[in-house]
């Protein structure tokens, strides 16, 4: 089976979903941001901290890369990964990419004193300008997913129904 991708903003539902989906689907579930984090041996918040954003942009697409060499993959990626087009042509290249749309309003919700995401410890007009520009690039995936009040359960089920 090739692999799935699931992108979209912070507070989505990707790792949450994607475990679940990997569990119906008998595929192997995988985080990007965790096996940054295990081959850097730091936390997000720290790598940003130490050696900036940039930097972790170009530890996203080498993982991607990476990563990319397997099969059978449900994939949650870091929120600005899949807001790249260069990572979303990769992504639509090499296996089926599923965007869970969320609203803004449920993102701040979900997301309200959430220490571990550094680009959403800025003010709020900052967040929504990010999340703007990001909205056309998610757009290009194959498959596009309202998840606002839908339970992971019932996301993981849409995205099959759609996949076939
Ligand atoms: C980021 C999202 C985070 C993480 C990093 C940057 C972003 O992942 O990769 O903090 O730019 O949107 P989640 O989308 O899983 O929170």
């Known amino acids: 089976m090739k692999n799935i991708y ?3 903003f912070m507070g989505s539902g990707k790792s949450t979903v994607g475990k679940i989906l990997a569990e119906k689907l008998k595929m192997r579930f995988t985080d990007i941001d965790q096996l940054i984090e295990k081959e850097e041996g730091k936390a997000i ?6 050696k900036g954003e940039k930097y972790f942009r170009e530890l996203e697409k080498k993982m991607l890369e990476k990563i990319q060499e397997e099969k059978n993959l449900v ?10 087009r260069e990572n979303m042509e990769k992504m ?7 965007w869970l749309d969320v609203s803004f309003e449920e993102i701040l919700k979900r997301c309200e004193g959430d220490q571990n995401r550094p680009l959403l410890n800025q003010p709020v007009e900052k967040i929504k300008k990010l999340y703007d520009k990001r909205i056309p690039i998610y757009k290009l995936a194959h498959i596009h ?7 992971p359960e019932e996301i993981a089920e849409e995205i099959i129904r759609n996949a076939d």
Request: proline share 3%.
């Open 45 to 50: 918040p720290q790598i940003f901290k130490e």
């Open 75 to 84: 994939v949650s990626t870091g929120g600005g990964l899949g807001a790249d």
């Open 92 to 98: 639509k290249k090499n296996g089926l990419v599923v």
């Open 145 to 151: 997913i309202k998840t606002d009040n839908k339970k």
């Open 6 to 8: 699931l992108v979209g």
